[in-house]
């Protein structure tokens, strides 16, 4: 099991789905974690998928065609319990193979992809769920280790000269273009792996919530090894 003895007031551990889905959230505690040990060869199943894109999105036919040794067949059985789970708790997780992601340089000192931290916003009450199967994991920065990267005078000067618009507008532009979403690491932080097969649920900024939104980021991948990780 990977080692998440590095922790924080933020994350609450639980050995079971039922526990990880009723948890609430409270205090600052943002994310909770299913610790889990998983069986099963799912490298085989990266490997077995011929990925022509920079991503794309496993379905469960695809799952069930894959010719597999007893080991991958294994890991399947997880990846589709896990996709049931979901299901059944009423979110729509998708299973994805991942080489890299669309990186964003619209704004040189203000990228907005997901390499960038940042927090998840929605409308209405829920939650985000991820579990890394195979490749690099993603990270979650602890909230008082991070800062809204529009709250550093310097990108918020960059940011203005973008807008040009009325000071009472701006504030408005920012949420608009998602920029409040993201954050920076500030001096000495020290990001959290989530690990490999751990199944995560994390805080998301809604009209309802009780916590912080929960700061997270997607990592940079290895040369050659592609990523399958599940979420919704």
Same mark, same amino acid.
Request: aromatic share 12%.
């Given at each position: 099991m990977t080692d998440l003895s590095h922790t924080a007031n933020q994350i609450h551990y639980v050995t079971n789905f039922q526990d990880l889905i009723s948890t609430p959230f409270h205090g600052e505690m943002n994310a909770i974690c299913?610790?889990?040990?998983?069986?099963?060869? #799912?490298?085989?199943?990266?490997?077995?998928?011929?990925l022509k894109e920079n991503m794309v999105v496993l379905d469960q036919d695809e799952l069930f065609e894959l010719q597999l040794?007893?080991?991958?067949?294994?890991?399947?059985?997880?990846?589709?319990?896990?996709?049931?789970?979901?299901?059944?708790?009423?979110?729509s997780p998708v299973l994805n193979l991942i080489k890299c992601y669309e990186r964003d340089d619209t704004y040189s000192f203000? /990228?907005? &992809?997901? !390499?960038? #931290?940042?927090?998840?916003?929605? *409308?209405? /009450?829920t939650d985000t769920f991820l579990c890394t199967y195979y490749g690099e994991s993603s990270e979650i920065l602890p909230n008082s280790q991070a800062i809204q990267k529009v709250l550093v005078p310097e990108i918020r000067d960059e940011?203005?000269?973008? !807008?040009?618009?009325?000071?009472?507008?701006?504030?408005? #532009?920012?949420?608009?273009? #998602?920029? &409040?979403?993201? !954050?920076? *690491?500030?001096p000495q932080a020290q990001p959290i792996?989530?690990?490999?097969?751990?199944?995560?649920?994390?805080?998301? &900024?809604? *009209?309802?919530?009780?916590?912080?939104p929960c700061v997270h980021r997607a990592p940079k991948e290895k040369n050659g090894q592609n990523r399958l990780l599940m979420i919704c």
């Open positions: 299913w610790t889990r040990n998983l069986i099963g060869d #799912f490298s085989e199943i990266a490997n077995k998928i011929e040794s007893e080991q991958g067949q294994l890991a399947r059985d997880i990846l589709l319990n896990d996709l049931k789970l979901l299901k059944a708790h009423g979110a203000f /990228p907005t &992809d997901v !390499y960038s #931290f940042h927090v998840d916003r929605s *409308p209405v /009450p940011l203005k000269k973008i !807008y040009r618009g009325e000071e009472e507008g701006f504030e408005s #532009f920012v949420s608009e273009h #998602f920029f &409040d979403l993201h !954050y920076l *690491p500030k792996s989530l690990g490999i097969g751990h199944l995560w649920r994390l805080a998301v &900024d809604h *009209p309802e919530s009780v916590v912080l």
